[in-house]
């Protein structure tokens, strides 16, 4: 356990399962009081936000706000402040992908896309930064992507939103570069969560292949090792960079892709 997060207090957006969930957990393993936040059925969640609570001995809280809305994702927040008394750390978690031909990209879910994507992670940013530098210690973390550094075909607005997280987390990083606050971007390459199982189905149909071959021949063909990224891979570099070790950490994106973008 890092001794230096016990008793911090931290919001994680999309964290009701996959990477946010986990990434929740691991937060409260090193004693952080959490915020987590996403869509799902409300009594799962709250069996989630309980069993984690109990586990690790911390408060848990969840709050529905809707990202696609500016004045939501500030108040989730502003209210995760005042439950807590401080939002210490920040994962800017969630995310939507689509997977088509740029020609037959449904308009509205581009609109969705920039706004989930790229935008609430502006706002969430802007609400919390006021108070991070006020009391001289923050950490905001960005999940990106290695889409957030290269590109595939059939995902332009998916390849366009991280590319704008991975370029966001420079300049504040930049801005707050002598505050007290670290701003990096976590790029991973695929993990088996929830989003990448529709994508391979979303993929098979854009491809005309079968899901294992979309599997094999397309998505782990990109990670050198031939494996998925875990969770536990992502959880360690998240918290290694919200801890005093990783105070001289900021603006940078740290891939953990099987050596995806190194070719």
């Known amino acids: 356990m890092f001794e230096d997060l016990r008793e911090r207090s931290a919001v994680v957006t999309g964290s009701t399962s996959g990477i946010g969930l986990h990434m929740a957990e691991a937060l409260a393993a090193q004693g952080c009081n959490v915020t987590i936040n996403g869509l799902g059925d409300k009594d799962e969640i709250e069996a989630e936000r309980k069993r984690i609570a ?11 706000a809707n990202l696609m809305d500016a004045q939501e994702t500030a108040r989730l927040v502003t209210d995760a402040e005042e439950a807590f008394g ?9 995310g939507m992908q689509k997977v088509s031909p740029i020609d037959e990209f449904p308009e509205d879910k581009w609109d969705q896309m920039i706004a989930l994507n ?16 006020s ?13 957030g550094l290269v590109a595939s075909p059939f995902k332009a607005p998916y390849v366009a939103t991280k590319h704008g997280v991975v370029g966001f987390t420079k300049s504040v990083a930049l801005e707050t570069a002598e505050s007290g606050v670290t701003v990096n971007a ?7 969560t929830p989003l990448v199982t529709g994508q391979i189905g979303d993929t098979a149909k854009a491809r005309g292949m079968t899901e294992e071959e979309v599997k094999n021949e397309v998505i ?6 031939k494996q998925f990224v875990t969770y536990e891979q992502l959880n360690g570099l998240l918290i290694y960079l919200c801890s005093d070790a990783g105070a001289s950490c900021t603006g940078s994106a ?10």
């Not at 109990?54 to 529905?64: K, L, P, Q, T, Y």
């Not at 401080?86 to 969630?94: G, K, S, T």
């Open 135 to 147: 009391r001289g210690f923050g950490r905001i973390v960005n999940t990106a992507s290695a889409h």
């Open 220 to 225: 782990l063909k990109a990670q050198p090792t």
């Open 54 to 64: 109990e586990a690790h001995g911390v408060e848990v809280r969840f709050d529905g």
């Open 118 to 133: 790229l935008s609430a992670v502006f706002h969430a940013t802007k609400a919390a930064l006021p108070g991070m530098k």
């Open 86 to 94: 401080a939002v210490d750390i920040l994962v800017n978690n969630a």
């Open 254 to 263: 740290y891939t953990v892709d099987g050596g995806w973008t190194a070719q």
């Open 186 to 192: 976590i790029c991973p390459g695929y993990v088996e």
